[in-house]
């Protein structure tokens, strides 16, 4: 399992979560919109869902149907 970023992140960006990510696992860049969570660096230990203020983070198994496209979206970044 990995916890993914979604819509809500997106335009708000405010990187509240990588103070709370204990393995750096949370990244961006200057033409992405959002940022993104690398699935193969998570450990699941969901501290960033609580700190986000727009309740964009989800486990990949509770994204809301809306947003699944996003669980590849994260992924994709890192490859
Ligand atoms: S679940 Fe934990 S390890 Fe994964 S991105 Fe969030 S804070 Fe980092
Ligand atoms: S805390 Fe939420 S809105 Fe802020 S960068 Fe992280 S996922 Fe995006």
């Not at 335009?11 to 204990?22: F, I, N, Q």
């Not at 501290?47 to 990949?60: L, R």
């Not at 198994?61 to 699944?68: D, G, N």
Request: include cysteine; proline fraction near 8%.
């Amino acid at each position: 399992m990995a916890f993914v970023i979604t819509e809500p992140c997106v335009g708000v960006k405010d990187a509240t979560c990588l103070t709370v990510c204990p393995v750096d696992c949370i990244h961006t860049n200057e033409e992405a919109d959002q940022y993104y969570i690398s699935p193969d660096d998570c450990i699941d230990c969901a501290y960033c869902v609580e700190a986000c203020p727009v309740q964009a983070i989800f486990d990949e198994f509770t994204v809301p149907a809306q947003w699944r496209p996003y669980i590849n979206k994260n992924r994709e970044f890192f490859n």
